[in-house]
């Protein structure tokens, strides 16, 4: 490919495809109507799963902040040492 092919081919990708090989593009008529038009709700299971996300995050956040507490860890460590002795 010369100079001014592989010039000309970056302003027109069709110039880059081989002569056999057609554009493989469906036709208007088969492609159903939802991929034509967007649908006025796309985007919202994405929306629910950021806010479900975030709300995760907030009670991780808070469970952090209460598992810190000397009074929780000596309840814990309570919890712990009693189902661990025998007897």
Known sequence: MSISQNVRSRRDPDLRRPA???ALRPAA?????????AS???????????VAT????????LLIV????????GILTELVRSA???G
Do not use: C, H, N, Q
């Not at 008529?29 to 038009?37: D, N, P, V």
């Not at 006025?40 to 950021?50: C, L, N, V």
């Open 20 to 22: 056999r090989w057609p």
């Open 29 to 37: 008529s088969t492609r159903s109507a939802s991929a034509r038009s």
């Open 40 to 50: 006025p709700e796309a985007g919202a299971a994405t929306a629910e799963y950021i």
């Open 54 to 61: 975030m709300a995760a995050v907030g009670f991780a956040g």
């Open 66 to 73: 209460i598992l810190r507490g000397d009074e929780v860890r």
């Open 84 to 86: 661990l002795t025998v």
